[in-house]
């Protein structure tokens, strides 16, 4: 477990406030039930082939029509057959994609969760005051095209790798790290859920925890390791990322933070002006509140 000292006090402050802002997340026991069955086996990364130490599916039931009726959480939804799986592939935005990409903005933009973080990030000059500025600048971070290879066409953004996934040359699985991907995905049987991975101090987790570190197999590929937060609204994963993202310039960002009775690391990978990789590493839950 990382010692106390390591955790950023200023983020977790932050972060809870979103947290208890984020009025559109999905409440485990009454929105979704999730099934974590048994744990899962070591995987080499690449290797095709995992140990199956669940038998049901993860997720037991979504409550579909709360989630399609709240705006973020449709327009994000609509966001995720925009993209091609492999990289190397060129992507191509359409005028249509453009116009659900900033359906989007507008809808997560309208939430106090990211006003919250508008405001934090303008006092700290990491964005401007101007509401159509801070949208630029997200579209920057988040959905401008890049390439993972080089050489290649640009085949990849921040919003594809983290809340879409995508392959490497379909051998393995990059990103990936949203819940309702997974859902969406798991319920078209194209992901096939293996177990939970365990972490210190802590053999198993429990069904209403909201962050998790699973392992499963997607379209013929297997994640060995594979961490998200359960629950949350896209908002919420949005601010959080780019917050990290924004305050440090440095390739990889890891920051400890505390969030409700979580404690995690938010791992953030830099490609540029853009965002390569985010994700949340369960590091300890059970614990006392810090705020």
């Not at 080499?44 to 409550?63: E, I, N």
């Not at 937060?229 to 908002?235: A, D, K, L, T, Y």
Request: proline share 3%.
């Amino acid at each position: 477990m990382a010692a106390r000292s390591n955790i950023n006090h200023e983020l977790s402050k932050l972060f809870n406030q979103l947290w208890d802002a984020d009025v559109n997340r999905m409440n485990p026991g009454k929105d979704y039930r999730i099934s974590l069955q048994g744990k899962a086996g070591y995987v080499p990364a690449g290797s095709k082939q995992a140990r199956d130490s669940a038998h049901c599916p993860l997720f037991q039931y979504v409550d579909e029509d709360k989630l399609k009726s709240r705006k973020t959480f449709a327009a994000f939804i609509s966001l995720l057959d925009n993209y091609e799986m492999s990289t190397g592939v060129a992507e191509v935005v359409t005028a249509e994609e453009l116009a659900e990409i900033n359906r989007f903005l507008d809808a997560i933009l309208e939430t106090n969760v990211m006003k919250i973080t508008h405001e934090y990030l303008v006092k700290k000059n990491m964005a401007k005051p101007n509401q159509r500025d801070f949208k630029s600048q997200l579209y920057t971070i988040w959905f401008q095209l890049y390439s993972r290879e080089p050489g290649k066409g640009n085949d990849s953004c921040g919003f594809e790798h983290v809340f879409v996934g995508e392959s490497k040359r379909g051998q393995e699985i990059m990103g990936l790290h949203n819940w309702v991907q997974f859902y969406l995905q798991e319920k078209r049987n194209n992901i096939d859920y293996k177990g939970f991975v365990a972490r210190q101090h802590k053999n198993r987790p429990d069904e209403d925890d909201q962050v998790l570190n699973l392992q499963f197999s997607w379209k013929e590929m297997v994640k060995p390791v594979g961490s998200s937060f359960i629950g949350v609204s896209p908002e919420f994963e949005f601010a959080v990322y780019t917050i990290v993202f924004l305050k440090s310039q440095e390739k990889i960002t890891k920051e400890v933070v505390r969030v409700e009775e979580y404690e995690l690391q938010i791992i953030v990978n830099r490609h540029g002006r853009h965002i390569g990789t985010a994700y949340p590493v369960l590091l300890s839950s059970n614990n006392p509140d810090l705020y």
